[in-house]
Structure formats: structure tokens, C-alpha cells
């Protein structure tokens, strides 16, 4: 089983409407959670970060944490065009050499215009 | 602020050679930069945990005799591949934790590195 797990895609939205990216992760006791964007080649970007059950809100982008269900999921209201990417889904595992960053595969996400 | 640079942002070698990546903090000491690797439509995958100071702590699967980390300073570290094949071509970045991070787990990510390898 992957440690963490996402849906390739790709997910297409119409513009305006509300992107739903889902992930989920392994080991149960994970604390930090992430979903970073990616642009074709260009290094991640940190869009949220979630520690707690429930929801967090930024802007248009909301992250829901279920630790119960070890499932977390990224919110895009009002998709852009811009908003087109790949969405990676990150998981940090503490180890004896400290904290780990460990990425799913990503989601292609295609907002239509 | 919070920018961390790589050096270069790509790189063409021959079979054989090696190839010296470097990460820079430019505004911020980092205690501890990470190195991932990432193929074309696969996710970013750990190679390796850089303190400064000491030695790496490299993920299961990759050859710490190939791919050389050093950490010679707070604000600088440096990734080699050496005897470089083209199974080795690929998207290398780096990223970085401040010394003085407010959260356990902040870091920040270079802009990347691409390697092709002929």
C-alpha cells in the first residue's frame, strides 16, 4: 500500500465551479498534513496546511482533515484557468532522523475556460 | 523572504561525468535540507536528509556512493551525481527548514534542477 494516495485524474472543472481533490495517507499517526500546487515543471508550492480534524479555510481553498478516516481533501471554489495544475498531497512521517515529507502522486486538475 | 536557490537550474552531461547540484538559503539559515527526485508525471520522492554538519540519512534505495550530499554550512547544500547514466535524468529539488522555523515542520522549496544525462 502507498503511503499516501491520490487520484491521477485528470480532473476537469468549468470555470467557476468547485474543484474537490482528494488523498489518503497510511500511517495513522501522521500529524501534518499539505497540499502543495505544481506547474509543469516548477517546484511545489504550499497552498494549505492542516493539522487538526475539520475544516480550514484560505481564500478559495478549504482542507479537510478526517484523521479517524486518515483522509484529507482540497476545496478549490470558483475554479480558474489558472488554478490548472497538478495538486500534491503531502503527509509528514516523524522517523529517528526527524520529519519526513512524503508526496502522493498528485492530481492533474484542468479548469475549462 | 524564506527563498531558497538552486544551482544551475538545468544541466546537460555525458554518461559518465558527474554532476555537482547546489541549494542555497538565501535569507534564512536552514538546520536541515531535504533532497527529492522527481520523474516526468510521478510524484517528488525523498532521496535524502541533510543536517549540517553530519552525514545525510539517505531514504531506502538510493546509493549514498552516487549521489554525494554535503552540508557544509548553514546556508549550503550540495547534491553530486556521480558517474552519471541517463536512468539518471531527472527533475532534482531541494528544499529547506529554517533554523528559527516557527512550526516543526516548515520548509521551503528551491525552484529545482533539471538533469538530462546523454
Not at chain 2, 555537482?20 to 535524502?48: N, V
Request: with cysteine; proline share 4%.
Amino acid at each position: 500500500q502507498k503511503e499516501v494516495e491520490q487520484n491521477s485524474g485528470p480532473l476537469s472543472v468549468p470555470e467557476g465551479a468547485i474543484a474537490s481533490l482528494n488523498c489518503t495517507y497510511s500511517d495513522r499517526g501522521s500529524q501534518s498534513f499539505f497540499w502543495y500546487r505544481q506547474y509543469s515543471g516548477k517546484s511545489p508550492e504550499l497552498i494549505m496546511s492542516i493539522y487538526s480534524n475539520g475544516d480550514k479555510e484560505d481564500g478559495r481553498f478549504t482542507a479537510q482533515l478526517n484523521k479517524a478516516s486518515q483522509y484529507v481533501s482540497l476545496l478549490i471554489r470558483d475554479s480558474q484557468p489558472s488554478d490548472s495544475a497538478t495538486y500534491l498531497c503531502a503527509v509528514n512521517i516523524v522517523g529517528t532522523g526527524g520529519f519526513k515529507t512524503i508526496f502522493g502522486a498528485g492530481t492533474r486538475l484542468f479548469v475549462k475556460a | 523572504g524564506a527563498v531558497v536557490s538552486q544551482h544551475p537550474s538545468w544541466v546537460i552531461c555525458k554518461s559518465g561525468t558527474s554532476v555537482k547540484i547546489e541549494c542555497r538559503s538565501l535569507d534564512f539559515q536552514a538546520t536541515t535540507m531535504f533532497w527529492y527526485r522527481q520523474f516526468p508525471k510521478q510524484s517528488l520522492m525523498l532521496m535524502a536528509t541533510s543536517n549540517e554538519g553530519s552525514k545525510a540519512t539517505y531514504e531506502q534505495g538510493v546509493e549514498k556512493d552516487k549521489f554525494l550530499i554535503n552540508h557544509a554550512s548553514l546556508t549550503l547544500s550540495t547534491l553530486t551525481v556521480t558517474s552519471a547514466h541517463p536512468e539518471d535524468s531527472s527533475f532534482y529539488i531541494c528544499s529547506a527548514r529554517p533554523f528559527s522555523a516557527k512550526t516543526f515542520h516548515e520548509q521551503y522549496f528551491g525552484p529545482g534542477t533539471r538533469l538530462t544525462v546523454t
